[in-house]
């Protein structure tokens, strides 16, 4: 009988055919192994990543990474893993390429308040540049998710980030450079609530002049007043 895709007709063929040009029987010339595909494994990772961005989780099925990837299932599962372990590993790689600013703006700038203003301006490039989807896939990948670990997962992204601002907002009303009245959560969440807003306003094409305009604004009511500047 032959398989589906009608190997055991190509073999008698092939039988045939070395039995006509002389070849022993089953060692026909110029015959492929059944090799398995290769690929770039980076570049397949950067291709599912930016299907992800542009669709978010949910939306993006196995037969859309496979085409996009331009792999073929079996391999996907064998260098990846499922879908959600593909996608833990394209939020891994899209935090340290794409989304690092904010960590590098809490680690470089003297003060809670210069980390928070470089965080949004950077966020208005970076959510508008060109060359990939806009916006955040942390934030946008979870719209609609209903896989309950992986929205877990990008809730617990977010609020992290949240919780790094708090602690440098604390910090500095413990050294007296914010007021000691200030509300550090409720500082942080706004920030958060700015990101996230500034995310989905790039979605939806605003430009980056226009988020910036936003950032200036959400900036004027910070707390300036402290007794140490240094």
Known sequence: MANDDGTARAERHGTAAAKSNGTPAGKVKGRPRGRPRSFDRETALEKALLAFW???????????????????????????????????????VYGTRYGSFSDRALAEEPTARDAVERTLREAATAYTEPGHPHGCLVVHAA??????????????????????????????????????????????????????????????????EELERVAEIAMSIWPRTGTHTG
């Open 54 to 92: 542009e669709h978010g989780y949910e939306a993006t099925s196995v037969s859309d990474l496979t085409r996009v990837m331009d792999i073929g299932a079996p391999s996907l599962y064998a260098a990846f893993g499922d879908k959600q372990s593909l996608f833990e590993e394209v939020v891994q």
């Open 143 to 208: 719209v609609n998710c209903s896989t309950p670990e992986v929205e877990q997962s990008l809730r617990d992204r977010r609020n992290a980030n949240i919780a790094a601002f708090e602690s440098r907002i604390r910090a500095d009303v413990a050294v007296g450079v914010l007021p000691p009245g200030t509300d550090a959560a409720a500082l942080a969440r706004h920030t958060g609530a700015m990101i996230q807003g500034m995310s989905q306003q790039a979605r939806d094409g605003v430009s980056r």
